[in-house]
């Protein structure tokens, strides 16, 4: 698949998850395989005013490329401003989000709220795009409500005014994250874009990303949730759809070393007292379905220092034996 001139090999690409997929998260990913990784949702207007934050958000490193910059807002031209600082990063494309269904984000008008308006959703596209050399894509839901599934009419807009390509996450705002994903929707708008159309939704190993492409003939892949605590999900796919291989889950003793190595990744950018924080709920999705999984994450909730995450990663590993 390519943006334009940027070539992207492989299969699937982790979703831009706020305040999950940070560096340390995306450049596990990409040891595991993940093809490209997208930063996560950063305020146009927090970026045009000058926040730290917003800033901070958008560093990209060597090891997490090829990777893109995601930017949210409802205003064309402060959308259009934020461009010239997000390049600074030197991203390899840039991401806009017309999908988030977070009430703080849609209830301002920005992310999934946008697709409620489609001119100025288009607005802002074409603004975007007219900002910078890079190429442009745009991710969105299949609308805001099962009554107004307008993915198609957005997803048209976008070609129009140059994106280089659209993801559709397979859910309506309303559904948040709720079954089902709507894949025909994403084959519906495969068939008529000719730009690269990207699934997303459900992904969670070889087989449902091989369903995945299977109805709906897209392009790509997206991983969001699929990734939790699970960044070898990229390794099972490829190798499901290179050759036809299922990877099992990991013994429980090498998802514990994952996870440590992973927090302490995140406390080395981020220092320790946020990065213990953040720690508590990464060490939760790591520990989903062991045995013991609800006394073990609830001990987690109370993690002070990695000392204490090593000795927690030791118990698990001595019960599950």
């Not at 490329?65 to 934020?82: K, L, W």
Request: charged content about 25%; some cysteine; overall charge positive.
């Amino acid at each position: 698949m390519n943006f334009g001139e940027l070539k992207i090999e492989g299969y699937a690409g982790l979703a831009p998850m706020a305040g999950v997929a940070d560096r340390a998260f995306r450049e596990l990913c990409r040891e595991y395989g993940a093809a490209y990784t997208v930063s996560e949702m950063i305020s146009s207007k927090g970026v045009s005013m000058g926040d730290r934050k917003s800033k901070s958000l958008m560093q990209l490193n060597e090891k997490e490329r090829p990777a893109g910059v995601q930017i949210f807002g409802s205003e064309p031209q402060i959308m259009a401003q934020s461009i010239k600082t997000v390049l600074e990063t030197k991203p390899d494309f840039i991401d806009i989000n017309m999908g988030c269904p977070a009430p703080k984000i849609a209830g301002n008008g920005g992310g999934a709220s946008l697709m409620k308006n489609p001119d100025l959703a288009q607005s802002i596209i074409k603004a975007v795009v007219n900002s910078t050399e890079l190429p442009v894509t745009v991710k969105m839901r299949t609308g805001w409500d099962f009554e107004n599934l307008n993915a198609h009419d957005l997803a048209k807009r976008a070609e129009k005014e140059g994106a280089a390509a659209v993801t559709v996450h397979g859910r309506t705002r309303q559904q948040m994250y709720a079954p089902p994903v709507n894949t025909d929707i994403i084959a519906e708008i495969k068939r008529e874009l000719s730009i690269p159309v990207i699934a997303n939704g459900d992904i969670v190993d070889g087989q449902s990303a091989a369903l995945m492409y299977e109805k709906t003939n897209c392009d790509f892949l997206l991983v969001g949730r699929g990734a939790l605590g699970r960044p070898w999900v990229f390794q099972q796919i490829n190798a499901y759809l290179n050759d036809c291989i299922v990877i099992p889950e990991p013994p429980v003793s090498e998802r514990m070393r994952v996870m440590v190595k992973h927090i302490k990744k995140i406390c080395e950018y981020k220092g320790d007292r946020v990065g213990i924080r953040e720690a508590r709920k990464h060490a939760a999705w790591y520990m989903k379905g062991i045995r013991g999984g609800a006394e073990f994450r609830r001990q987690a909730g109370m993690l002070e220092s990695i000392e204490q995450l090593e000795e927690l990663a030791y118990k698990i590993c001595k019960e599950n034996m």
